[in-house]
């Protein structure tokens, strides 16, 4: 309930410039102080007789919204499924990336393996002649 209502704060904040209204942010907390409280129940009370009865009355609408929106996200993930996967590898890739350069910040001396393909090493002639033995 609380993501909630920091959602609709974004984006009534967003439109209405909050220095308009005076001790705005003092109201502002006191309400979610009211809304958390348990002796106050305020979030139960604002549930119930506001939210609960909007959204039973627009229940068919928002299942009908959801499902339309349901639909149409399978529709894109199933039509670009191969360049979904090419984006999450490409992003562990750069993930790991990442990781490398804030361990050689962190730990300047201590180079850890990429284990990345290299050539053969150059083995000794001696080491070789002994291994044939």
Known sequence: MASLLDRLYISI?????CYLFPLYHHAKFAFL???????SNGAKHLYMSHLRPFLLRHQARLDQILEFIYNGMSKIISA????IRFAGALFVKLMASVNQIVADLVHPG????????????????????ASDD
């Not at 904040?13 to 410039?17: C, D, L, Q, R």
């Not at 102080?33 to 002796?39: D, F, K, N, R, T």
């Not at 201590?110 to 002649?129: G, L």
């Open 80 to 83: 670009h499924q191969a360049k």
């Open 33 to 39: 102080v009211w809304l958390q409280l348990p002796s």
């Open 13 to 17: 904040a967003t439109f209405v410039p």
């Open 110 to 129: 201590q180079r850890q393996p990429n284990h990345s393909i290299e050539s053969p090493r150059q083995v000794d002639s001696d080491t070789q002649s």
